[in-house]
């Protein structure tokens, strides 16, 4: 595709369902990476994944958010029993490797949780 | 490790006033360096990288090695400059990782 694809681009859950948000990176990128930002707040990393390496699951808060990527390409963020402070917008972005090579963001997953 | 850090979670300036976002940096390899900027409901995007030594929108930034710095800067600063504004550094090497920092929100004053 032309850009980073997010899905869904709003989600309304209750308190303690999981929810599953998607992204689509951009077609050739190795690396894609998870990133959350709440309200007023900055850049929170979560994970990092580059070709077969094993991903980077540093930035993940707590056991209850997990993220795999199949095919080297689609990747699925998870988070199990959801609470009130994971509410934020959820970012995906992927790059190629190389030296020059920029991250391109996409639009990003609005997570409410009610 | 490798870590970003940019100071100012606010910066407040009045239109025609210089600006200058602070990054500084602490990495031990040969990095890459990056601005990226987040407008009012618009999606992050690349601002500028120092491989490129380019200026975008008036603002340049100068990779200082020996300061470990990469501070954004731009003489006169306009409205439609407000925004968030993070700095990022790329390691070098097969496994390489972008980091950013907490970002810095620009509010340029009319």
């Known amino acids: 595709g032309a850009g980073v694809s997010q899905s869904p681009s709003n989600k309304v859950t209750e308190k303690g369902k999981d929810v599953e948000l998607r992204c689509d990176p951009i077609?050739?990128?190795?690396?894609l990476y998870w990133y959350r930002q709440s309200l007023g707040q900055g850049l929170e990393f979560l994970i990092y994944?580059?070709?077969?390496?094993?991903?980077?699951k540093s930035g993940l808060p707590s056991d209850r958010f997990s993220a795999e990527r199949t095919g080297g390409s689609v990747s699925t963020l998870t988070i199990q029993r959801t609470q009130q402070e994971d509410s934020a917008v959820y970012l995906c972005?992927?790059?190629?490797?190389?030296?020059?090579?920029?991250?391109?963001f996409g639009e990003g997953s609005w997570l409410t949780v009610v | 490790a490798q870590r970003v850090t940019q100071p100012e979670k606010l910066l407040s300036v009045f239109k025609g006033a210089p600006v200058e976002l602070k990054c500084n940096y602490s990495y031990s390899g040969s990095p890459e360096l990056f601005w990226y900027v987040q407008y009012s409901r618009q999606r992050l995007q690349l601002l500028l990288r120092?491989?490129s030594r380019e200026s975008i929108k008036g603002f340049t930034a100068d990779l200082n090695k020996g300061e470990t710095s990469f501070h954004l800067k731009k003489p006169f600063a306009q409205e439609e400059d407000s925004a968030m504004y993070y700095c990022a550094l790329k390691t070098a090497g097969g496994y390489q990782k972008v980091t950013f920092g907490t970002g810095t929100k620009l509010q340029v004053i009319p």
């Open positions: 120092h491989i």
């Open positions: 972005a992927s790059s190629q490797q190389g030296a020059g090579n920029t991250i391109y």
């Open positions: 994944f580059q070709g077969n390496s094993a991903p980077d």
């Open positions: 077609s050739g990128h190795t690396a």
